[in-house]
């Protein structure tokens, strides 16, 4: 039977991740209940019958949606999927994982092993029949004077940990922020911001960012123009800059918002010849450490000075990064700059709840 509410992405990736920790030969053994009750919803399984072969099709079909590449390779072998893995020793499947990557089992660990499972518990999540969405753990309330229940709105905040950092996270539209002295604005490598009647965090700073007279006409589209100049500047008026640089512009009406600068990142490679674009985890990480590089050069300058940036989950929209997988290239560059001892405020906004809660889960953040 279709769910009434969407599985709860915190949940699904804890029990994967216990079927990363026995390998699917051991599925028998494991308590999974909500791989289950979607595995369940998938298939019409016969009265008693097992749910452990199930649960590892609803496995196998996560991980092939996946779209193939070191990820999806990743992702077979850490659970013992790839042919010949499945009674390997967990620990044997994620060296075999991070030899997928080129990097140490050690670093993998700590920021792959997160990116990959997540990615296999957001697949999950996506199949899974769902009738509407609800907030997770949210209490029962009454319409008055009706017998009808609704679920309570998800708060617009969190204030999160992580470890010794404290970050809030936002979860709203990115042109609803106020008092961030810095927002990190995704764009492509010729610096081309989209229309301002589109929906993209580009395009809502944009069209936030502009000069209206009272009739709400346009005067000036300040974000736009300073881009163009800023471009015209470093000699680049027509060709695209390497992937991760960051180019900078005032905030335009925004300002009166507190916010004060836009850091507009090159992370999407246009597809000659269509609408598509490429996003490298790498460039993201780059280009998020570009944006650190440039508020410690900034900060003084400005009175007050600079002291809070925020950040989107870059390259996860028409970039085509599953969102697990750009928050890993974000919080690459975010740790680097947290162990060098840097002590900036820092923000993530997103427009949905499920992102909160999977920036939530995959960077075993506690509520502050």
């Not at 915190?10 to 216990?18: C, H, N, S, T, Y």
């Not at 005032?250 to 609408?275: F, I």
């Not at 400005?302 to 974000?330: F, I, K, M, N, Y």
Request: proline fraction near 7%; aromatic fraction near 4%; charge should be positive.
């Amino acid at each position: 039977m279709p769910h009434t509410q969407l599985p709860d992405h915190g949940a699904v990736l804890a029990e994967v991740r216990e079927v990363r920790r026995a390998g699917v030969v051991r599925l028998r053994e494991l308590r999974v209940p909500a791989l289950a009750e979607i595995s369940d919803g998938l298939e019409a399984a016969a009265p008693g019958a097992p749910h452990f072969p199930a649960v590892e099709r609803l496995l196998r079909l996560a991980v092939s949606r996946i779209g193939g590449g070191t990820l999806q390779e990743a992702a077979e072998y850490s659970l013992g999927l790839a042919q010949g893995t499945r009674d390997w020793p967990a620990a044997d499947r994620r060296k075999r994982a991070a030899q997928v990557y080129g990097i140490s089992v050690e670093r993998f660990r700590k920021h792959h092993e997160l990116m990959v499972l997540g990615e296999v518990a957001e697949q999950i999540v996506r199949m899974a029949p769902v009738g509407r969405t609800v907030v997770r753990d949210a209490p029962v309330v009454l319409f008055p004077g009706t017998r009808r229940a609704a679920p309570r709105l998800a708060p617009a905040h969190r204030r999160l940990r992580v470890r010794s950092a404290r970050l809030t996270v936002h979860v709203h539209p990115a042109d609803l922020l106020r008092d961030v002295d810095v927002v990190v604005s995704p764009s492509n490598t010729y610096f081309a911001l989209p229309e301002a009647y589109k929906s993209s965090v580009a395009a809502s700073l944009r069209r936030a960012g502009a000069l209206r007279d009272a009739a709400g006409g346009l005067v000036e589209d300040r974000i736009h123009d300073e881009l163009r100049a800023w471009v015209a500047r470093h000699g680049r008026p027509g060709g695209p800059v390497a992937p991760g640089t960051v180019a900078v512009t005032g905030a335009g009406a925004l300002e009166r918002q507190g916010v004060r600068r836009l850091y507009h990142a090159a992370v999407a490679v246009p597809r000659a010849g269509t609408n598509d674009y490429d996003v490298l985890p790498a460039d993201v990480t780059r280009a998020v450490a570009r944006a650190f590089a440039l508020l410690g050069e900034e900060a003084g300058r400005h009175r007050p000075p600079l002291t809070s940036l925020c950040l989107p989950l870059l390259g996860a929209g028409r970039g085509g990064l599953a969102p697990a997988e750009s928050l890993a290239a974000v919080w690459a560059a975010v740790e680097a700059e947290l162990a060098r001892g840097a002590r900036w405020d820092l923000h993530f906004v997103v427009r949905r709840a499920e992102r909160a809660d999977l920036i939530e889960q995959l960077l075993g953040a506690e509520t502050a």
